[in-house]
């Protein structure tokens, strides 16, 4: 039997009112991990360092921090910076809601049993996922020059009324729609994996009680798929965040990373401009994980609880006590078997 540092062993026995148990209570001795420590305050090291040479370090030749912390602190706050901010959020929302309104229709398509509607959706998920965002989004910028005007009406007939692409879509509304139709294709496979996910006897049971087709995918099958789709629509929504910064290819230059380019052409500094347009998209999308966290903790009730939820003091000794007891109660009834025989 072995020892730990006391004298004691490592395994004793628990005593119940009957007597002395058989069951032991372990003790456990927490393992040490030398070299992960070294190598975790090597990288602390490393990292103190940086920071450090980031701040104090001096160009040789410029005789200047390459940083330029100055430029920084006085652009970090400018009226224009903090504008194109708003700017990139309503981009990024616009184009969020015209994704998951398209993605749910596409992911339906792709699950009915309508072989021509399972089609489109298929290769309309092919296309916007095969190809580049940023060359959709230059097809989009000449549209204009592609559609110079655009007719309503049934094919091969006269049309009943035309417009001129070019004066109804600015260039704002040419990349929310460039942004949310290539979102869409990615956002459909979450939701038809979210779909898929939900247990085929939901489906069954909501047609034994006569609930139409719309009523069961609507009201039973999308409401529990949501605890599969939140946790990657919530990353796929700060990407498009950080994807609006390719909308230069529309051309529209009034979000964040337009706006701080145009800053640092003039002034000569792309470093510290590209540092203030970090510091606002890592601050936006800390603000989007935060309720991300929230959002799918609301959708998971009942289901974390079971996973990864925190046990409290008071459930531990309960739970060491009904092991106890379930062993003094094995140790009573081999005892008693012995007896018998």
Do not use: C
């Amino acid at each position: 039997m072995s020892l730990n540092g006391r004298g004691r062993s490592a395994t004793e026995a628990t005593s119940s009112p009957d007597g002395p148990s058989s069951a032991p209570v372990i003790r456990a001795v927490k393992l040490r991990h030398p070299w992960r420590n070294l190598i975790a305050l090597v990288i602390v090291v490393f990292i103190v360092a940086f920071i450090y040479d980031a701040f104090v370090r001096v160009n040789p030749t410029s005789h200047q921090n390459p940083y330029q912390w100055d430029i920084f602190g006085k652009y970090i706050f400018d009226q224009r910076i903090s504008a194109s901010a708003v700017v990139t959020l309503e981009l990024t929302v616009l184009s969020m809601v015209i994704a998951v309104v398209l993605a749910l229709v596409l992911a339906v398509m792709r699950l009915s049993d309508n072989p021509v509607l399972k089609a489109i959706a298929w290769a309309y998920v092919w296309i916007f996922r095969g190809t580049p965002v940023y060359v959709q989004l230059t097809f989009w910028g000449l549209l204009a020059s592609i559609y110079p005007t655009i007719g309503i009406g049934l094919p091969f007939i006269p049309p009943i009324a035309t417009f001129g692409t070019a004066g109804v879509l600015s260039f704002f509304a040419l990349a929310v729609i460039g942004l949310g139709l290539n979102e869409a294709a990615y956002l459909a496979e979450i939701v038809r994996a979210g779909i898929l996910s939900v247990d085929p006897g939901q489906e069954e049971a909501a047609k034994a009680l006569g609930m139409s087709w719309s009523q069961t995918t609507f009201r039973i099958v999308i409401p529990q798929s949501m605890r599969v789709i939140i946790p990657p629509t919530g990353n796929e929504f700060i990407g498009m965040l950080k994807t609006t910064s390719l909308v230069t290819a529309v051309p529209f230059a009034g979000e964040l990373f337009g706006v701080t380019s145009d800053i640092a052409n003039q002034l000569y500094t792309p470093i510290p401009l590209l540092l203030v347009a970090s510091v606002w998209y890592l601050a936006i999308t800390s603000v989007f994980m935060v309720g991300q966290y929230f959002l799918e903790k609301r959708f998971a009730r009942g289901i974390g609880a079971a996973r990864g939820a925190k046990v409290s003091k008071r459930d531990l000794a309960a739970a060491q006590i009904s092991a106890g007891e379930f062993g003094s109660a094995a140790t009573r009834f081999n005892s008693d078997e012995k007896d018998a025989r």
